[in-house]
């Protein structure tokens, strides 16, 4: 895979190092705005974060395309195509180490949600992105004493002190977005919102919202759970609801396969609070039969092998 090979090839060791802080807000109907500073490192800091950052792709074997259910393991990433997201918004802001864009004082750091780390060799550029923990917050600052051991005991250090993990949520290498945790990059990147935006689409297309005696129970079930959003903007990717044969075995089945599905007297499901967990797996398609044990099971994803 391309994604793979130039994320593999790239040249950490001999790499230039920028550190990025990230605020991120939102204006209504609007993509989110990045405003990022950069922060001047010294050597240790920038060979420490080139040695995090070799250490966490040494642990990346193989890339699978991301999926809205699509899970990877400790030693896999996501891909995705970053013109999906807003990772754009981000590189652009890091395009130079500007003076204007440098970090002057302490406000310009705290309350970050994210930071970047920008690896820069020759014409390619690697940027490496984690979202910053509870250390960054004001709240934390005031809520604790930051201490030091040293000879002995425990001194109080005075100058404020920020984590910056040894872990990497995601990377972005040329057009791919390679992520270890889906959860941070949705959040990092507000993909999240792309699936609430996704699923009012499905709600306005009439082959789907026609299928419904009421769709507002099925609408109240999903709010704005990432998971739930998540599944149903998989039901409109995969586009079972269009298949009219699909839908007839449904309604002809259903009890077959345990599912807790109530039609009304034109074919229209009727949903319950009760009912959407099921009507939401069925358009899934993910309950599914074993023709060896004739067991029913739910599945995390239903691909295809033929």
């Known amino acids: 895979m ?3 090979q130039a994320f593999t090839n790239f040249d950490i060791d ?4 920028a550190l990025w802080v ?10 989110p705005v990045f405003t990022g500073r950069w922060v001047q490192t010294d050597d240790a800091l920038d060979t420490a974060l080139k040695q995090a950052v070799i250490q966490e792709r040494a642990r990346i074997l193989e890339v699978n395309e991301y999926g809205l259910l699509a899970q990877n393991n400790e030693d896999s990433a996501l891909r995705i195509d970053g013109l999906l997201t807003h990772a754009g918004l981000l590189i652009e802001q890091t395009a130079a180490e500007l003076d204007a864009k440098k970090v002057r004082n302490l406000k310009d750091v705290r309350n970050s949600d994210f930071y970047v780390i920008k690896l820069v060799s020759g014409d390619s550029i690697l940027y490496a992105v984690r979202k910053t923990d509870a250390s960054w917050k004001s709240q934390k600052a005031v809520s604790y004493l930051t201490v030091l051991f040293a000879d002995d005991e425990l001194t109080l250090q005075q100058a404020p002190s920020f984590s910056v ?3 990497v949520d995601f990377f972005i290498i040329d057009d791919d977005v390679l992520m270890t945790n889906k959860a941070a990059f949705e959040s990092v990147l507000s993909y999240k919102q792309a699936h609430a935006d996704d699923f009012a689409a499905l ?11 009421d769709i507002a129970p099925l609408v109240t079930f999903v709010g704005t759970n990432k998971l739930h959003l998540r599944r149903v903007c998989a039901i409109r990717q995969k586009g079972h609801y269009r298949n009219a044969a699909f839908m007839d075995k449904l309604r002809q089945q259903h009890h ?19 009912s959407c967990a099921d009507i939401i797996r069925a358009f899934l398609d993910h309950r599914l039969t074993s023709p060896f044990s004739e067991n029913v099971y739910d599945v995390p994803d239903a ?4």
């Open 2 to 4: 391309a994604a793979l």
């Open 14 to 17: 001999a790499a230039t190092v």
């Open 22 to 31: 990230f605020k991120k807000s939102f204006r209504p109907g609007a993509a």
């Open 165 to 167: 993990s040894r872990y």
């Open 203 to 213: 709600q306005a297309e009439q082959d789907f919202s026609s299928l419904f005696s």
């Open 256 to 274: 077959q396969f345990g599912l807790l599905l109530i039609f009304d007297a034109h074919g229209r499901i009727d949903p319950t609070e009760e």
């Open 303 to 306: 691909t295809p092998v033929h």
